[in-house]
């Protein structure tokens, strides 16, 4: 077989870290910033299981604007999306499937990974923008509808007090998120669509998605 049809994967060395930064911390302490955090339990418990490390070996920075590459990344890493069952003719490049993508940025192979994972991004995508909650709650909801197997669930739309700021392509997911008690509504009953979403905020989606996933497993299937 010549080198132009040669089969090629990723090296084991290209899998990602477990970083939501686009760093590689090893989790070797817990994060001392989080005693003002409200979901302070819940990062914790993700670092424990090696889900989301922090921007130093103890400081999680709770409070910074999670981008769209980390926000990948760390959906990514909490439904342990791969590659190992795909084989390429030709290695695979961020830009492949996404323009604006840096092939040497430390979030190339996450960006890879999500395009082979038909997570729902489009090709324009800007990997340094800062995602909103609602393109992360989106996000989110559409990834583990397709990788975790949910049952089908009949859902009441619940009465959004800012609706009128949440952009119509996302608002079946928002629902979807309220129903399943992924995400929640604030004191006021505002979902607060277009806030730039935190790292925190992010997390705490990540843990009640995870939640709800181990608490409705998928069924088993029938033996052939």
Same mark, same amino acid.
């Given at each position: ?20 930064? *686009? ?47 980390? *926000? ?88 959004? *007090? ?18 399943? *008690? ?43």
């Amino acid at each position: 077989m010549t080198a132009k049809f040669k089969l090629v994967t990723l090296a084991a060395t290209a899998v990602l870290s477990l970083s939501i930064a *686009g760093q590689s911390f090893a989790a070797t302490s817990t994060f001392t910033d989080l005693t003002n955090a409200a979901a302070k339990d819940k990062i914790s418990s993700l670092q424990e299981r090696g889900l989301v490390n922090g921007v130093s070996s103890d400081r999680f920075s709770p409070d910074a604007t999670l981008t769209a590459a980390q *926000g990948i990344k760390l959906i990514v890493n909490a439904l342990d999306l791969n590659m190992d069952l795909i084989r390429f003719v030709k290695e695979p490049k961020a830009t492949d499937y996404f323009e604006k993508a840096d092939n040497a940025a430390w979030y190339a192979d996450t960006l890879i990974i999500a395009a082979n994972n038909n997570m729902d991004l489009p090709k324009d995508l800007d990997p340094n923008q800062t995602w909103t909650k609602e393109q992360f709650t989106h996000q989110l909801i559409l990834a583990i509808e397709l990788h975790s197997n949910l049952p089908m669930i009949k859902i009441m739309p619940v009465e959004i *007090g800012d609706q009128a700021d949440l952009s119509i392509e996302y608002d079946g997911s928002i629902q979807r998120a309220l129903a399943l *008690g992924i995400a929640a509504l604030d004191n006021e009953g505002n979902f607060k669509p277009q806030q730039s979403i935190s790292r925190a905020d992010a997390a705490e989606l990540i843990f009640n998605a995870l939640a709800y996933i181990e608490a409705h497993p998928a069924p088993a299937q029938p033996l052939s």
